[in-house]
């Protein structure tokens, strides 16, 4: 294995960084007389927070530990090798910071190459092989364990993907050729694409097996025990494996269509990872593993040297690691505890924000409106949730009671809010409202009380303006569906004070929420930004270019849904409220659209009717187009494409000027996780910069090279 070593080797000199893993050999008799067993071990001497990984450094300590093994198998010396991991984790996959620095085709294809020259050894072995999954596992992780001829898997698993397609790679250590012909081609096409795509979805331990990659579950407490009592069995032949027999016929090709259905209905063509898999899953269907694994190392070697990729570890960077050390954000010392929270309304977006602070901080939350009918609708709201969480057994009958008592309402503000610590309003947003509410809260709550408002678009700074303690008055500015998107947008008023802000910040970590520190300026960051791209959308509609055209112009973007698809999302009302506050601010840049205004007073809530509730086959809704009145001015496609992400570059390098936010990291880490945009753009960025517009429209590129590209 000489070439193996010395092509490890290479690759190991370009990532010095390298956390490596160790694959420690042991050796230990099995039960029942099966014979001595050779265990690795794979362990980079960290704990569980920090994943094994394989960077070159590590596959060539496991290169080394099957050269022991297979000379113990040759000389009879053992009857079987097992590989599993170090407590909760058993390898996460190829180490992506290693990846982010190979600047040459040849390198790029050299990983792809020593992966599965190292992994294939596995297969060779002259004993049977195992892999015990034991903790999580990722890409490389689920990859090696797929050569082995038998698999275990822990119930406690909390985590098993191949989340390469999801990042703007192929699975391309041998999952989209040894995994189809494992379980099949349609159960492959879950696993390595619709999972993929759909926001990375991990399998637990019981999927895993009942899909058939593992051949045997044991609980987590004596997991690696129950895998060598069943591995005996198995050697002994007293257990015998039966997999079902592979459809490699029509189920086969009707598996890949829907791969290719699934990946154009997420990124429109726009990626090419997921085609790039399913190639080579349709290739896989004679079984020719070396035509497959060689097809596997060219394709991540093209797609490693391409821009989604870096656009895809650039946006996993952002989310993993400044998502969770926020820029600008106090010294979290200074946070004070937060023991109870009040809430103003009790609509949907505040019973939404009431389960939301019950769940995540365990403190009494309390409710409160202008009539006990709207508390009891939004208290009873949450206790219904709090029901269908109970009957999915997300949460024990004991913690849906403490739940339900945490949630309460009052008609009366102060005695509701004496003792809160933090009162967030959620109420019509006008100025007006909000500051009559806020004069009402603080004359009620601690002196230590934070005031946060979940605006959307309003000035943080002129809400807290006629207050007696302004400092302590934060913009918290929570995604709709609340449950999902993890943004939330933390606005620094004038005189928001380092306190009240560190102790936002921390409720926010605690709710399991991304939070993004913003400059108060009008609409913050992911409002402004897609009332600009929304904006531009509706300007060349109203100037007369069809609604069809406009909306299939963005499509090479890859975004999750179309414009306005999206503004239903939102909501036109909300939509109209937050152009006109834009174009109060910016009047030279953002328009209202009189069309629009048209839809809202006709109480439309879509542009669209959904033939059957069919939400793929959208068609213009007939009084919607009766409603619109247009010009004459009928652009392309392409011509559309090139104004809105014109105007959106202008206005993210304004947005930067102002110092909305630190730097453009923070623009994409905003759109990522508070609009859903795809992992292959890098947010927007990366792509305006790819795409040559920053250029163009700022004279400059929004990032340095080598940050979401390939390194000069």
């Not at 937060?338 to 939404?352: I, P, R, W």
């Not at 967030?424 to 006008?430: D, G, L, S, T």
């Amino acid at each position: 294995m000489t070439n193996t070593a010395e092509l490890l080797k290479g690759a190991a000199e370009l990532f010095p960084g390298e956390v490596v893993t160790q694959a420690h050999v042991r050796h230990l008799d099995l039960p029942q007389g099966a014979g001595r067993f050779a265990l690795i071990t794979l362990d980079n001497g960290l704990d569980h927070t920090k994943p094994t990984t394989f960077g070159p450094a590590s596959l060539a300590n496991l290169n080394t530990a099957i050269d022991q093994v297979e000379k113990e198998a040759a000389d009879g010396e053992i009857t079987g090798v097992g590989i599993t991991g170090k407590p909760f984790i058993f390898a996460v996959g190829a180490d992506l910071k290693g990846v982010e620095l190979l600047k040459r085709h040849e390198d790029a294809l050299a990983i792809g190459k020593g992966g599965h020259d190292v992994f294939k050894r596995l297969s060779a072995l002259a004993v049977p092989t195992f892999a015990y999954y034991n903790g999580a596992a990722m890409g490389g992780g689920v990859e090696v364990g797929l050569y082995c001829a038998y698999r275990t898997v822990s119930a406690a698993l909390p985590a098993f993907s191949l989340p390469e397609v999801f990042l703007g790679l192929v699975p391309g250590w041998g999952g989209c050729t040894l995994l189809p012909n494992l379980i099949g081609a349609d159960r492959a096409v879950s696993v390595i694409i619709e999972n993929s795509l759909n926001q990375n979805k991990q399998l637990k331990g019981e999927q895993v097996y009942e899909l058939g990659i593992a051949d045997a579950i044991f609980e987590g407490a004596d997991f690696l025990e129950q895998s060598l009592i069943w591995t005996a069995a198995v050697l002994k032949g007293e257990i015998e494996v039966v997999r079902p027999e592979i459809d490699r016929g029509d189920a086969w090709h009707e598996a890949v269509v829907r791969g290719r259905a699934i990946a154009d209905g997420k990124v429109h063509g726009a990626a090419p990872a997921a085609y790039r898999a399913l190639e080579i899953i349709d290739a896989a269907r004679n079984g020719d593993l070396a035509r497959g694994f060689e097809a596997e190392e060219k394709a991540l070697a093209d797609l490693i040297m391409g821009s989604e990729l870096r656009s895809g570890i650039y946006a996993f960077n952002l989310v993993q690691k400044r998502g969770k050390r926020p820029a600008g954000a106090p010294d979290k010392s200074l946070a004070r505890p937060v023991s109870k929270v009040g809430v103003v309304g009790a609509g949907l977006m505040a019973s939404q924000l009431a389960l939301l602070f019950a769940r995540r901080l365990e403190v009494p939350v309390v409710l409160t409106d202008i009539d006990q009918e709207r508390i009891d609708k939004g208290v009873g709201y949450v206790h219904g949730e709090i029901d269908k969480l109970l009957l999915k057994g997300r949460i024990n009958p004991d913690k849906a009671n403490r739940l339900k008592a945490a949630v309460t309402g009052s008609l009366d503000k102060a005695a509701a809010f004496s003792d809160a610590d933090f009162v967030i309003e959620a109420v019509f947003e006008e100025m007006g409202v909000k500051q009559q509410v806020f004069a009402e809260v603080e004359a009620v709550v601690p002196e230590h009380a934070i005031l946060a408002t979940n605006t959307s678009s309003l000035s943080v700074s002129e809400m807290a303006s006629q207050l007696k303690h302004p400092e302590r008055v934060v913009g918290f500015h929570f995604f709709n569906p609340v449950a999902i998107l993890p943004l939330l947008e933390i606005v620094r008023g004038e005189k928001t004070d380092d306190a009240s802000l560190a102790t936002a910040f921390g409720v926010a970590k605690k709710l399991k929420k991304t939070g993004v520190l913003v400059k108060d300026a009008p609409a913050f960051v992911v409002n402004r930004i897609l009332t600009s791209f929304l904006g531009e959308i509706q300007n060349v509609i109203d100037e007369g270019t069809p609604v069809d055209v406009a909306e299939r112009a963005v499509e090479p973007l890859g975004l999750p849904m179309s414009p306005l698809v999206l503004l239903e999302l939102v909501g036109p009302a909300i939509g109209l409220h937050v152009s006109e506050t834009l174009h109060g601010a910016f009047p030279d840049r953002f328009t209202v659209s009189e069309n629009l205004k048209r839809v809202v007073e006709a109480g439309k809530r879509s542009f669209y009717v959904y033939a059957d509730g069919n939400s793929a086959k959208p068609e213009l809704d007939p009084e919607v187009t009766a409603l619109l009145q247009q010009g004459d001015t009928v652009l392309t496609e392409e011509q559309v494409r090139a104004r809105v992400l014109d105007v959106v570059a202008r206005e993210i390098g304004l947005m930067l000027e102002e110092g909305v936010v630190a730097e453009a990291q923070d623009i994409d880490l905003c759109l990522i996780t508070g609009a859903g945009w795809p992992f292959h753009l890098g947010g927007l960025t990366p792509y305006l910069d790819r795409e040559g517009v920053s250029e163009r429209v700022n004279g400059k590129p929004f990032l340095e090279q080598g940050v979401a590209s390939v390194p000069a």
